[in-house]
Each structure stands twice: as C-alpha cells, then as structure tokens.
C-alpha cells in the first residue's frame, strides 16, 4: 500500500539532503523515466482528508453525494408506498461531510488520533451512515427485497417496475445521461453493470482506478522509495525496525486486535513523527501528483465521461427532491 508524506522537519540534516536528491532526481532528465516534479509542499497536518490531489477534481462533493442518496431514498420509498408497502423504509442517514473515496494511500493520521487509537481508526460516532444502513439491511424481508430489485413482478395488485423501486429510482436519477452495462476502466480493466448501468459512486469507481494505476507507479519511483528509506531510518534510530510504512500499519501483532495496546500508540506515535521529520506526506502528494497527471492524459476521455454524467445526475437528483 502506498504511503505518505508529511509536514516541516525541524532538523536540516535529513529533510534538506532529501529535498536535493529530490531537486536532483527531477532535474536530471537523462533517461526521462520519471517526470519532473513540481514544488514539494510541507503539509502542516497529517489528516489525509486535507490531502487533494488532480483526480479529486473527477469527484463530487460529499455534499453532492448526499443529493444522490438523499434523491434516490426519496424515490424509492415513494415508489414502494406506490405498491402499497410502507414498512422499513429506506433510511437516508445524518450528513457526514466525508468523502466516499479519501486518501487512504498516505497511512497518516491526526498525532492526537495516533496517541489514543494507534492505527485503529477512531470509533465512528453514533448513528453513522453505515450502522443506519446495517440495521435497515437486518429489517429487509424477502417480500420487501423482491420490490426493492424486481424479483417480485406484482404486489397487491399492482405491477412491479422493471429491476424493483431501486430500478425505477436508478432511471430517474441517470435519465439522459446513462452508462453502458460495461466500462473499461484508467487501469486497464473493465466494470459490469446491470441493465440500467451505473449510478451513485461511478465516479469514484472511475477514479479510484486511475488512483491506483498512479500509485503503482509513485510505489516504483525514486523520489518516493527515497523518502521511504529516510522514514525507515528514522524508525531505527527510535528502536523500531520496519522498511515501509505499511509494514508498521499492518504489523500482524497488532493487525487483528479490536483495541490498540501500548506498543501499537508507542509505534504509531513514532511513525507519524518520522512522517513529520522527513516531510513524507509532502513527497508523497508530489510524486503521486505527477502521475496522476500522466493518467488523466492517458484517460482523459473516460474521466471526463464519468465527471459529466455525475453533475447530469445531481441536476436530476435536485429535481427530485423539488418535486417531493
């Protein structure tokens, strides 16, 4: 897993010889197998939700997100008290402010986070948006299922729309700018649909391979594996001997444990001051940056496609919503 960068060292030694390997890396351009880097930034934060990076600008808001769960809740509850069945409806869950795709790749954290929870993440607060749809997911009956997809064909009478009210909601909601049932996706590979094509989280699908392409790549290149080994080293001189980040994060001795013990936070503390001392988020975010650049070139095309037809469907999310 990729890893990350962080803020302003306050020591010279190893923050400035590694900010002119990076200077000499980028400028060489012999074999031109690397692309230039910009200017390296010193985040003063290790939150990776403040990181931003170019294909962020392929996403919708969190708040637009929203506006198509809240749209498509509105329509299927409407859809299903149609039918005649009005129980367990499907939940829209409080606002968040959260990305659905953040940048994980880093393995960063708030220092504060890092002291209380080493790398479990902190306990999401009450009545999340996933507990919400669990709990709705254990009141589902198969009757209520079979309207929900289409299994059921008729209820009470009356005809089921084609593929259920979640169907029916999904054409709404794409009405005019529809996906085919198959994408091939930045990295290569190819995404299947139904009949009805893509809907909620089609951009973040898009992006999230064109993400991981330009990671593949920041994980092979020189100026990344360098900051790597100035965090390494640093680790080392606290007593802690791991040659990634990820080695450190995923440590099996604490992997699988519910609750982080006093090695885990002594770790996690450790690793985040190092990320701090060698600027490893700051790094990270460069040299990703240039790839992903290099992928938005490449995938220009299906990249565009997916960021169109989103804002297509937040206006008929929108007019959705007017209307009921």
């Known amino acids: 897993m990729l890893t990350e960068v962080t803020a302003r060292s306050h020591t010279v030694g190893p923050s400035l010889l590694l900010a002119l390997t990076l200077c000499a890396c980028s400028s060489a351009g012999g074999s031109g197998a690397e692309p230039e880097l910009g200017s390296v930034p010193t985040p003063g934060h290790l939150d990776s939700a ?20 809240k749209a498509r809740v509105l329509l299927v509850n409407a859809c299903m008290r149609d039918l005649g069945y009005a129980q367990n409806p499907q939940p829209l869950g409080r606002f968040t402010g959260k990305a659905y795709l953040e940048h994980g790749e880093f393995l960063v954290r708030p220092l504060a986070q890092a002291e209380q929870y080493g790398y479990k993440p902190a306990p999401d607060a009450k009545d999340s948006g996933s507990d919400v749809d669990a709990r709705y997911g254990e009141k589902t009956t198969e009757t209520q299922g079979g309207l929900l997809t289409g299994k059921a064909t008729t209820y009470n009478g009356r005809k089921v729309p084609h593929g259920g009210c979640e169907g029916e909601a999904l054409r709404t909601i794409t009405a005019g700018a529809r996906t085919s049932q198959e994408v091939k996706l930045p990295d290569g590979s190819a995404a299947g649909a139904g009949k009805d094509g893509f809907s909620e989280g089609y951009a973040e699908l898009v992006v999230s391979a064109a993400r991981g392409k330009a990671m593949a790549a920041t994980r092979e290149d020189s100026r990344f594996t360098e900051v790597g080994e100035a965090w390494s080293d640093c680790m080392k001189k606290q007593g802690y001997d791991y040659d990634t980040p990820s080695g450190a994060w995923n440590d099996k001795s604490w992997a699988d444990a519910s609750r982080a013990g006093a090695r885990e936070i002594a770790v996690a503390v450790a690793d985040m001051g190092c990320k701090k001392k060698v600027n490893y988020l700051g790094v990270g975010i460069a040299v990703e940056t240039v790839h992903e650049k290099r992928v938005i070139e490449e995938s220009a095309e299906v990249l565009q496609d997916a960021k169109d037809k989103t804002a297509r469907w937040i206006e008929n999310a929108n007019k959705a919503i007017e209307t009921r």
């Open 50 to 69: 403040q990181v931003v990076t170019p294909l962020d600008a392929y996403l919708p808001t969190p708040e637009e997100n929203y506006t198509l769960k």
